[in-house]
């Protein structure tokens, strides 16, 4: 008996598209972020970027539960003393919805070069409609 080891030559990658409208957001990042590091596949292995390609459409319709929407924020800092800025959750969703779940999943996704390049699968549109149709991805329930 040999010990089957993944080998970049192994990996095939597919596309899938999420419809986030009505999703829960941590629920629906977990889920996107399995499939961005390949653990739905038999072949996963820890140091490969096994993961498939992901598109989030409807991503200004996501939900979230309790008072997340006036309680959770999104912090990011100038450099200079003072240039501290957090936005609410609720302006982050009118302004850029795409940010909301890429801050998510990036959370979700190891951090280093490997979680960086899995985060390059990842795209994330507010409408419907995106410009991927060419790879003819498949429909994902996550």
């Excluded at 192994?10 to 499939?35: C, F, P, Q, S």
């Excluded at 038999?42 to 997340?68: E, F, M, Q, S």
């Excluded at 003072?82 to 850029?96: A, F, N």
């Excluded at 280093?112 to 790879?135: E, N, S």
Aim: hydrophobic fraction near 35%; aromatic fraction near 8%; charged fraction near 30%.
């Amino acid at each position: 008996m040999k010990t089957f080891n993944t080998k970049p030559a192994d990996i095939e990658r597919r596309w899938y598209v999420v419809n986030a409208e009505g999703k829960t957001l941590g629920r629906l990042a977990a889920g996107i972020a399995r499939v961005l590091k390949g653990k739905h596949k038999p072949i996963y292995t820890p140091h490969l970027d096994c993961g498939d390609y992901v598109i989030v459409v409807n991503a200004g319709k996501i939900r979230v539960t309790g008072k997340k929407l006036d309680a959770k924020f999104y912090y990011r800092h100038s450099g200079y003393p003072g240039g501290l800025r957090k936005i609410p959750l609720r302006e982050q969703l009118d302004k850029h919805p795409d940010r909301v779940i890429q801050a998510a999943v990036w959370g979700m996704l190891p951090h280093g070069r490997l979680g960086r390049k899995m985060f390059k699968k990842l795209k994330v549109y507010a409408r419907p409609d995106h410009p991927h149709t060419a790879h003819k991805p498949t429909v994902l329930e996550v």
